[in-house]
């Protein structure tokens, strides 16, 4: 199907237009089956949608109750002794979700579902990395990096990783069915989730990823870390293999910082340099995808209109 991108004023605009997309897509879904299965993002971009859908769903305008949800990723190697230190760490994707969506919902979804992230102990994690390098390799031409755990290992600890946490989160997802639709953010680099700049896509389904100095930097500039020193170093993510086979997927992206990103991934032919490029290749193969932009973000690409349509992508200022 071909890419449409939509350009919408600002935030306010981009969160209400993506929200009625969503809002339609949930209640066309659901005259057909049982459960919806929704893909969620964290990050700034989609805390309006959210605040929408919560909306619709608490006046009654779907049944949220006959929703289950997936989320793309989650932080390894958060402040915290244990597991449910971590996931309460309010830093915590986990955490983010209860705040910005899940706890706005008079009636909740049906269940929710986050990478185990939290589960891994990074200090444990490192040490069995260093202790066994012969049950993992790392995949990737820039900083951030996939560890790629091998099928079979010797350490104990990074078998139960690669069935436990990552096989068993990409299982969840085929048994619920698949996504219906996948709500994405983007990282500086054109990341998608957690699947960093440069991190091939053959094979990128749910990933342990060590993450890019700049992810790095942009979650301390941010404001979400005090230092660098302090911010996770690992996550466990959807990677764009497994998040471009949503029937649907709906990227947000709003202000400055996403300029390049944006214009690289539909401008530029595909690459693993630029993640959220693989787009392309999704829609190619019949994917519905829609970006839904602010002004800023969308600026190069309304320069490069003609460039665009000659590839068949319909760039629309939505009013
Ligand atoms: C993090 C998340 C991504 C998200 C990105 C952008 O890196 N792992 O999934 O897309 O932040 O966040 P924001 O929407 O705040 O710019």
């Known amino acids: 199907m071909p890419i449409r991108v939509m350009v919408t004023r600002d935030f306010d605009h981009m969160s209400e237009v993506a929200a009625e997309l969503v809002k339609k897509d949930i209640i066309r879904t659901l005259k057909n089956k049982d459960e ?8 700034s971009s989609p805390t309006g949608v959210y605040k ?9 305008e779907f049944d949220s109750t006959r929703i289950r949800s997936f989320n793309l990723d989650e932080y390894v190697g958060l402040p915290g002794r244990n597991p449910q230190q971590r996931l309460m760490h309010p830093e915590s994707y986990g ?3 209860i705040q910005e969506f899940f706890g706005l919902l008079h009636r909740k979804f049906l269940e929710t579902n986050l990478p185990w992230g939290s589960l891994i102990d990074q200090k444990r994690l490192l040490a069995e990395l260093k202790a066994y390098p012969g049950d993992w390799r790392e995949l990737g031409r820039d900083r951030g990096r996939q560890i790629r755990i091998k099928a079979a290992t010797e350490s104990q600890y990074l078998g139960w990783i690669r069935k436990d946490i990552l096989g068993a989160y990409d299982k969840s997802i085929k ?24 991190i091939p896509f053959a094979g990128s389904r ?29 996550a466990v993510t959807m990677g764009a293999e497994l998040i471009y086979q949503a029937k649907t997927v709906l990227l947000l992206a709003c202000g400055e910082r996403k300029v390049k990103a944006v214009a690289e ?13 693989y787009g392309q290749m999704y829609s190619q193969k019949g994917g519905n ?19 665009l349509e000659q590839k068949g992508i319909k760039v629309q200022k939505t009013l």
């Open 36 to 43: 919806y299965v929704f893909g969620l993002a964290t990050g």
């Open 52 to 60: 929408h859908l919560a909306r619709a769903a608490n006046d009654g």
């Open 95 to 97: 955490y983010f979700m």
């Open 175 to 198: 048994k619920a069915g698949g996504i219906d639709l996948q709500i994405v953010g983007v990282g500086g680099r054109g990341h998608v989730g957690f699947h960093e700049s440069g």
């Open 206 to 234: 749910v990933m342990l990823v060590r993450l890019d100095e700049n992810t790095v930097a942009d979650a301390v500039s941010d404001g979400h870390f005090q230092s660098k020193k302090e911010s996770p170093r690992y």
């Open 265 to 277: 991934s539909l401008l530029g032919e595909p690459t693993a340099d630029v993640p959220i490029s």
């Open 289 to 307: 995808l829609i970006y839904v932009l602010d002004e800023i973000a969308a600026a190069e690409l309304f320069l490069n209109r003609k460039k």
